[in-house]
């Protein structure tokens, strides 16, 4: 919940800040089908169907970033699309190299108030994980509790960008001098 | 025209939202 209300505070800022959001309509955006079937595998791995072989949930997990980063390619030249890119690699390395779980801090898990039920979670605390510092170690307390990793604040920043490039308001024309 | 544009700027903006929130999807669903 919090990545989504993170998502609408980016997209709140663009107005607020005299910018419109009609002008994304100038980009042609490519693959669009991408980002919500890969929203909707994560929902049902986590949320709709956490139960079952952990190795088949943890492959899909992985499968989930090979659509985000083959969206991330074909729209490579937009604007922030870069910066992006390179948070999703941190968070898609983490997510690999520790077999498809996002490793957790138990600190930061602790510190936001988390407790994890039964079945696959797509982050949680490892016994020995693997590049922890890309991991999820930044505790989120209330109202939305959660955990962010570095990769994450990339990610932001990267839409923050696409979002005031695309959306601002085009720069007044140099009056021409006559004289 | 104008409806066109308008869905041209609403899915460019759920499909930016979207592959941003999966890339994040380290996180619980919480």
Known sequence: ?179 | VKKFYLYRAASAVAAIVTVVVASGAGQKWG
């Not at chain 1, 994980?129 to 932001?156: M, T």
Request: aromatic share 6%.
């Open chain 1, 1 to 179: 919940m919090i990545l989504i209300v993170l998502a609408a505070v980016c997209l709140a800022s663009v107005p607020l800040t005299g910018g419109s959001l009609k002008r994304l309509a100038q980009i042609r955006v490519r693959w669009v089908w991408l980002g919500p079937v890969a929203v909707l595998v994560q929902t049902v791995l986590v949320t709709i169907a956490p139960g079952g072989s952990h190795q088949l949930h943890a492959l899909i997990h992985i499968g989930t970033y090979v659509l985000v980063g083959a969206f991330l390619w074909a729209n490579r030249r937009l604007p922030g699309v870069p910066v992006i890119s390179v948070g999703t690699f941190l968070n898609g390395l983490a997510i690999t190299v520790n077999g498809g779980v996002m490793p957790a801090s138990a600190r930061a898990e602790k510190l936001a108030g988390l407790a994890l039920g039964k079945g696959f979670h797509n982050s949680a605390v490892l016994a020995h994980p693997h590049l922890l510092w890309f991991g999820d170690i930044i505790p989120v307390p209330w109202p939305l509790p959660n955990v962010l990793s570095v990769g994450d604040c990339i990610i932001y920043a990267g839409l923050l960008v696409l979002l005031h490039r695309v959306c601002r308001r085009p720069e007044a024309e140099p009056a021409i001098s006559l004289a």
